[in-house]
């Protein structure tokens, strides 16, 4: 059974800086491009961020490039989010997700998700 699970969320100030983390089990997870999703109330979910399985590619939402950053460790099967500079459009509830395909950025593309964590950005 394959389980996904966040850590990390909270709240935060406007400027500030939140690690999200996600430990996968249950699958081969270095054949996998794992990312990062969010959903606001009322909105639909949205790519934020992408690793292929050997971290070779790395590929960002447009609002969050250079202001958060994905990584991952295999050996720890785990996936991380750095997000630095946060603005309160930032609050979400963030998923991590699973895929064998190449550069995914569509929900339909992933094939397992996490149960989200909350973060929220106050003004």
């Known amino acids: 059974q394959v389980q996904l699970v966040e850590s990390g969320g909270g709240l935060v100030q406007a400027g500030g800086s939140l690690s999200l983390s996600c430990v996968a089990s249950?699958?081969?997870?270095?054949?996998?491009?794992m990312g990062w999703f969010r959903q606001a109330p009322g909105k639909e979910r949205e790519f934020v961020a992408g690793?292929?399985?050997?971290?070779?590619?790395?590929y960002y939402a447009d609002f969050a490039k250079g202001r958060f950053t994905i990584s991952r460790d295999n050996a720890k099967k785990t996936i991380y989010l750095q997000m630095n500079s946060l603005k309160p459009e930032d609050t979400a509830i963030y998923y991590c997700?699973?895929?064998?395909?190449?550069?995914?950025?569509?929900?339909?593309?992933?094939?397992?998700w996490g149960q989200g964590t909350q973060v929220t950005v106050s003004s």
């Open positions: 997700a699973a895929s064998p395909r190449v550069a995914p950025t569509t929900p339909s593309e992933y094939n397992y």
């Open positions: 249950g699958l081969t997870f270095d054949t996998y491009s």
């Open positions: 690793i292929s399985w050997a971290a070779g590619s790395i």
